[in-house]
């Protein structure tokens, strides 16, 4: 009986360090911290590759980018003050939405919001249509790229 006993206990130490032996903390990130990760640091807005509706010229912005969107100051923000979206499981940007600035225009149909395989390259994509007789209306492609 007292061999069944030491048997049994040597047995469950063998089992409790081999399920501790297995616990990893190095652990791979997963797609979606990959892309939050990404996100932080300094993007700047790319004027040659963005399209800016009806505006005669391409204005400035300052942007800010967190996981959760892109706060836009400067020139910009005159027509869209930000964007939100949310990063997905799978790493990609999801339930994009644009807030914009003036009353006079208003955004018809969805906001999409995508980020590059290399997670340097937002572009965000939405149109807007007038509510009076306005600057700022058309289809907007938003492209920010990664400084740092």
Same mark, same amino acid.
């Given at each position: 009986?007292? /061999? ?25 990130? &997963? ?12 993007? @700047?807005? $790319? ?6 509706? /009806? ?6 912005? @300052? ?9 836009? @100051? ?9 964007? +939100? ?11 994009? $939405?644009?807030?914009?600035? +003036?009353?006079?225009?208003?955004? *018809?149909?969805?906001? *999409?919001?995508?980020? $590059? ?7 965000? +994509?939405?149109?807007? +249509?007038? &509510? ?17």
């Amino acid at each position: 009986m007292k /061999n069944l006993r030491i048997l049994s206990l040597a047995f469950m130490m063998v089992a409790i360090l081999g399920v501790i032996a297995c616990k990893s903390d190095d652990a791979e990130p &997963t797609d979606q911290e990959l892309t939050e990760e990404a996100l932080s640091g300094t993007w @700047t807005l $790319n004027t040659s590759s963005s399209e800016f509706a /009806n505006l005669v010229e391409s204005p400035d912005a @300052t942007v800010t980018v967190s996981a959760t969107g892109i706060s836009i @100051t400067g020139g910009l923000a005159a027509y869209v003050s930000s964007i +939100s979206f949310t990063v997905s499981e799978t790493g990609s940007l999801s339930g994009a $939405n644009a807030v914009i600035a +003036s009353s006079e225009i208003e955004i *018809t149909g969805d906001v *999409t919001a995508t980020i $590059n395989d290399s997670l340097d390259m937002i572009t965000v +994509s939405f149109a807007t +249509s007038p &509510t009076a007789r306005v600057a700022g209306t058309g289809t907007f492609k938003l492209v920010f790229d990664k400084a740092s």
